[in-house]
């Protein structure tokens, strides 16, 4: 046994053994780890919906700075980078993104089409990129061009001494964004590798039967007797019992 208790109520553990009976089980490790992933990944293929993901680039010109000034300072990348925050509360208003459905051809709903953008800064510049993620991924690359054009037009109109311009235009998007099959995959691998291995332990320190003759020298017990292996001696080709000086077959 792994497990060993004394007068003491001390309990030892025998690591080495426990770690030899996992080696041992190692088959069923691997398949229940195999059998995880392929639930898991079967799951997320029946259960989520994949989603694509289309970018489109823009840049914040702080008009403000002087007009015959060939040299930006710090202090005007960092109204405009200030600025991005303005941009996208504009972008997200309802009244953008109810054009932004029109030009793009789309059957959304303003909410709807507010939840699949995502507004950020590129590394803290001037620039900053707007991502949408959607079912159709060439409705996510409509969305996102339907932005570029608008933004250059009805942003200046709101902040003055401001304008935007198109760095990169959206492309239709070939790859799933959402979700990710390989991590959810390799998530229920892990888990079924997990799982396993604790019921194989558990199962292994639960277990208080005597097995073998070392069981019980760890037991601090005496060998009364010893059960002979009736399977070995099927292997045999003739088993009875002696009479003297004859065989006599079973």
């Known amino acids: 046994m792994e497990i060993m208790q004394h007068d003491t109520d001390e309990i030892d553990i025998n690591f080495l053994k426990l770690f030899h009976i996992l080696l041992s089980k190692l088959h069923i490790i691997l398949l229940c780890g195999l059998l995880f992933g392929l ?11 994949p989603k694509y993901m289309a970018s489109t680039m823009l840049y914040v010109n702080n008009a403000s700075t002087k007009e015959n000034t060939t040299t930006i300072t710090q202090s005007d990348l960092y109204a405009s980078s200030q600025l991005v925050n303005t ?13 932004v459905i029109v030009d ?14 995502e507004i950020e800064s590129v590394n803290d510049t001037e620039a900053f990129r707007v991502t949408v ?20 037009t009805q942003i200046p109109t709101i902040v003055d001494g401001s304008s935007v311009k198109v760095i990169d235009y959206a492309s239709i998007p070939t790859d799933i964004a959402k979700p990710n099959y390989r991590k959810f995959t390799l998530i229920g691998i892990m888990l079924g590798l997990c799982i396993s291995m604790l019921v194989i332990l558990l199962r292994e320190i639960m277990d208080t039967t005597i097995k073998s003759e070392s069981d019980l020298e760890e037991w601090n017990l005496p060998t009364l007797g010893v059960v002979p292996d009736f399977a070995e001696a099927k292997k045999h080709k003739s088993y009875g019992y002696s009479y003297g000086n004859q065989n006599v077959g079973r």
């Open 87 to 99: 941009y996208s509360a504009i972008i997200t208003s309802e009244s953008f993104l109810g054009q």
């Open 39 to 49: 639930l898991a990944y079967g799951a997320v293929y029946l259960l989520i919906t």
């Open 133 to 152: 993620m959607n079912e159709d991924p060439k409705a996510a690359a409509r969305i996102a061009n339907a932005i570029a054009d608008i933004a250059p």
């Open 104 to 117: 793009a051809d789309i059957d959304l709903e303003v909410e709807e089409l507010a939840k699949q953008l």
